[in-house]
């Protein structure tokens, strides 16, 4: 009973100088403004985080917006949602993962599209979250200039909160961001075999 009584006291103390910790850094966060987000890393969650995020907005009856660089030959369940759900403007670059297309000039022409689309998107002040999905890639791949993307950023209005998510983000774009994610991946079920599950993957 000794022993349990002092991991107890010892428990008690430690979450109470956590509390109290957490307390300062809580009463230090007093400002407001629109976040830029991050989610890069070869891990699995990148993009189903953004859409995490933009449920949650959804659920405060925010304005959303999703485009989708990269992706698109598959019919996802938040393609299928959002497209249904009145509080959100979905665009779509429409053509599938690079090593499907396999044509570097059209996947600049659809990603230019796409990109047009987000610029327009970015200046409208009406709009509460804006998830960039895979705009990561598109950078990496030099469909996009991240100049650009820089830049749009920069001129957003002040409360709108903007996610870009893929792989290989632009040490620009990191610069810029106010929070970065870096998802890892030690281990995928996709390297034992197992294909894309429906609801889980797509």
Not at 45 to 74: D, N, Y
Not at 80 to 106: I, L, N, S
């Amino acid at each position: 009973m000794s022993d349990e009584s002092d991991i107890s006291k010892r428990h008690k103390e430690e979450m109470q100088a956590q509390k109290e910790a957490v307390g300062d850094l809580v009463a230090q966060a007093q400002k407001d403004k629109g976040l830029i987000i991050v989610l890069t890393g070869d891990g699995k969650g990148k993009s189903s985080s953004g859409f995490g995020m933009a449920l949650r907005c959804l659920g405060h009856e925010m304005k959303v917006g999703v485009i989708q660089f990269i992706k698109g030959k598959w019919k996802t369940g938040e393609q299928k949602f959002c497209q249904q759900h009145p509080g959100v403007t979905y665009h779509q670059m429409g053509a599938g993962f690079t090593w499907d297309t396999q044509d570097r000039e059209a996947d600049i022409a659809r990603a230019e599209s796409c990109w047009l689309e987000t610029e327009k998107m970015l200046q409208d002040p009406s709009f509460d979250f804006i998830l960039i999905d895979e705009i990561n890639v598109a950078t990496s791949f030099d469909y996009v200039d991240a100049s650009r993307v820089v830049e749009a950023l920069k001129k957003k209005p002040e409360g709108m909160h903007v996610v870009l998510t893929g792989r290989n983000a632009h040490p620009d774009i990191l610069a810029i961001a106010d929070t970065v994610s870096v998802i890892e991946s030690p281990k995928h079920a996709f390297n034992d075999g197992i294909r894309a599950q429906k609801g889980v993957e797509f």
